[in-house]
């Protein structure tokens, strides 16, 4: 295996490490579980994750000034700066933390809690980098780590970017600025102690005309440029945040239309009613009844299994979508989709039973013409509801209902072979009535 390979399977591995690490969501993840159309609740998730970051951060600077006073033990400045990094990381902590767990609904701590973060980010970046200006000396003359502090601003200002606030970033930039413009020419190059030996001209012509004003200039140029970006990229997130709010809150309103209808529809169509014992009996019967002519027109075991169940999902009438008005839209709206297979199997079954009700009363009431038959046998295109359909049929006949009295096994199979059997496929009920003696015993048991 090449490095290459190698080097790509290690980054894989390692990301799935850090997809599947619930630490790391839950300390980085900006959008753990929050409402994006919320954007209290968004500033309050960014002031968590930023908080942790700033922590990050400050071990790191810990980390530096340790690593600088390993290498030079003498130098107190190093190991009073690294001593103290530790209390004042953990203090801007605390009060970050006092401000952030007033939560999401105090509007206000969490703005101050935004500010107070970017303005430290910014203003430990440039003590830090001071620090390093003024650190020691390598052997060329220079600072040597004068330019990874100086790197240490852009972190910062990319770390303000994180909270994809344009006013913030507006006054925030304006600062830098002129912060580091100052910082340019005071700790940078030093320009100002020009100025102790000449006039004031002299001095502006000495500054413009020497190597570090170009130098300032570059970097002011970058610098600018460098927050132009991070502007940019802002305002296209703001853009975007607000176009997938738009669209989040058209996807709320079509799940709120959608369980209106669903619980409109079950409310209509699931009639609620109490279940008597007679139903029970006569249910475990046309259980046991569709099982015996499922394994007779040869069903996987499985498929019989699911047959029988589907029979007894008519003593679940009572249906409930299981939401309530305390429920978030999205929780209302898994709750429907986790119930609705059931409901619209329910229902399908109730029609079922309803139609079984149906062809007896318009044989029996001679009502049953050849249009009737026809549109009956072409909405019986599934041989489940015909294997039911048939069982249900007979256990009506073989039981006293109010518009008829119980028919013995004769008269029903009698009945059946009659007016019944064009409603069936012919192999159903050839299974049925060949082995009509086998659910004269199920009823008769039952």
Not at 58 to 65: A, E, H, K, S
Not at 116 to 135: N, P, Q, R, T
């Amino acid at each position: 295996m090449s490095l290459k390979s190698s080097l790509s399977n290690l980054k894989k591995r390692i990301t799935k490490r850090f997809e599947k690490s619930t630490f790391f969501q839950d300390k980085f993840g900006f959008e753990n579980g929050i409402d994006i159309t919320d954007d209290n609740m968004v500033l309050y998730r960014k002031n968590i994750v930023i908080k942790n970051i700033v922590f990050l951060v400050n071990i790191l600077y810990t980390i530096i000034f340790t690593i600088i006073t390993l290498g030079n033990p003498s130098n107190t400045s190093n190991i009073l700066l690294t001593v103290l990094l530790l209390p004042v990381t953990m203090l801007v902590n605390y009060f970050l933390g006092k401000l952030i767990n007033k939560g999401p609904n105090d509007n206000l701590s969490q703005v101050m809690a935004m500010y107070v973060s970017a303005f430290y980010m910014f203003l430990s970046s440039v003590l830090v980098y001071i620090k390093l200006k003024y650190g020691e000396s390598d052997d060329a003359g220079g600072n040597y780590l004068s330019e990874a502090g100086y790197i240490l601003i852009y972190v910062s200002l990319l770390m303000c970017a994180f909270y994809q606030n344009k006013k913030m970033l507006k006054n925030i930039f304006l600062w830098v600025m002129v912060l580091v413009t100052i910082l340019h020419f005071t700790v940078t190059y030093s320009l100002v102690s020009l100025a102790q030996n000449s006039n004031v001209f002299d001095t502006i012509v000495t500054i413009i005309t020497g190597t570090a004003f170009r130098d300032i200039i570059v970097r002011t140029i970058l610098l600018g440029a460098y927050m132009l970006i991070l502007f940019i990229y802002v305002s296209m997130t703001n853009y975007m945040q607000e176009e997938r709010k738009k669209e989040q809150a058209k996807r709320r309103k079509v799940q709120e239309d959608y369980i209106k209808s669903v619980k409109n529809v079950f409310d209509i169509t699931l009639p609620k009613y109490e279940v008597t014992d007679e139903d029970r009996h006569e249910n475990l019967i046309l259980s046991s009844m569709v099982r015996k002519l499922s394994s007779l027109l040869s069903l996987k075991l499985e498929e019989i299994d699911e047959l029988a169940s589907y029979t007894e999902l008519i003593l679940n009438n009572n249906f409930e979508l299981g939401i309530t008005e305390n429920q978030t839209i999205d929780e209302r709206f898994n709750a429907v989709r986790k119930n609705t297979d059931l409901g619209e199997k329910l229902i399908a079954r109730i029609e079922l039973k309803r139609k079984s009700e149906d062809i007896l009363r318009h044989v029996l009431d001679n009502a049953s013409d050849d249009d009737y038959i026809k549109k009956t046998r072409n909405s019986l295109n599934n041989i489940n509801d015909q294997i039911i359909l048939i069982c249900e049929i007979y256990i009506s006949m073989r039981s006293v209902r109010r518009y008829k009295k119980a028919y013995n096994h004769k008269n029903t199979m009698m009945t059946l072979e009659k007016s019944f059997k064009v409603y069936f496929d012919s192999l159903v009920f050839d299974r049925f009535s060949r082995f009509d003696a086998d659910f004269e015993a199920i009823y008769d048991e039952e």
